[in-house]
C-alpha cells in the first residue's frame, strides 16, 4: 500500500522514495540520536528535507506494529527541535497514513498516528488516511489482492491529491515564525 500511495502523490508532482524502517537499526527512545549505530538521524535527515511523510503500517493485534510506534516515539524528539525563525523542525511538512490489515483496528490507528503527527508538527490534509482491512479472522493478505478495492483506490488518490495541494500551500505560504 505505501508503494501505492507513493505512485499516487507521483502523480501529483510528489517524488518520493519508499524507505522500510525495519530494515535500519533504530534505537529505542525519544532522542534525535541515541547513539553508535543508531540509523535514525541519517533517516531523519531524508524527513528534515521531505515535504511530505507517508506513515504505512500493518494492523497488529488491533494496533499499530511496534516499528510505527518506534517511528512516533523517535519523532516525539522533534518537539524541542526549531528551524532558524523558532518553529519546529516538522512545521510546514504534510503526513498522511496508510493502514493494512487482516483485523479491525485501522480508525484507531490512524487516529493515534494523527495525534502523533500533529502533536510533532505534522499537518495532516483532509482525507490524510487509506487503509484496508479484510474481514475478522481472515487470512488473506492485501498484497495477495487481484486488484486494489475501487473505495481504497480513490481514498488514495484523494489523499495524494490533498497531500499534495496542502505542502505546495504550505511551501508558499509557511506557518507563522514563533
Not at 76 to 90: H, I, K, L, V, Y
Not at 103 to 115: L, P, T
Amino acid at each position: 500500500m505505501a508503494r501505492q500511495v507513493l505512485q499516487a502523490l507521483a502523480e501529483q508532482g510528489v517524488e518520493g522514495e519508499c524507505v522500510r524502517i525495519a530494515d535500519h537499526r533504530i534505537d529505542p527512545g525519544v532522542a534525535v540520536d541515541m547513539g553508535d549505530g543508531d540509523e535514525w538521524p541519517r533517516l531523519r535527515q531524508k524527513l528534515l528535507e521531505a515535504d511530505v511523510l507517508v506513515l504505512a503500517t500493518p494492523t497488529w493485534v488491533g494496533h499499530m506494529s511496534s516499528i510505527a510506534q518506534r517511528v512516533l516515539e523517535r519523532l516525539n524528539a522533534e518537539s524541542s527541535q526549531t528551524d532558524d525563525e523558532g518553529r519546529p523542525s516538522m512545521y510546514g511538512k504534510v503526513a498522511v497514513i496508510a493502514v493494512v490489515g487482516n483485523e479491525d483496528g485501522a480508525h484507531k490507528i490512524v487516529a493515534d498516528c494523527a495525534q502523533a503527527l500533529s502533536d510533532t508538527g505534522f499537518t495532516i490534509p483532509a482525507t490524510g488516511s487509506t487503509y484496508w482491512n479484510s474481514e475478522a479472522m481472515n487470512p488473506k493478505d492485501y498484497k495477495d489482492l487481484d486488484t486494489t478495492p475501487e473505495a481504497v483506490a480513490t481514498t488514495t488518490a484523494t489523499m495524494a491529491r490533498n497531500a499534495a495541494h496542502l505542502a505546495r500551500l504550505l511551501g508558499e505560504r509557511p506557518y507563522p515564525a514563533s
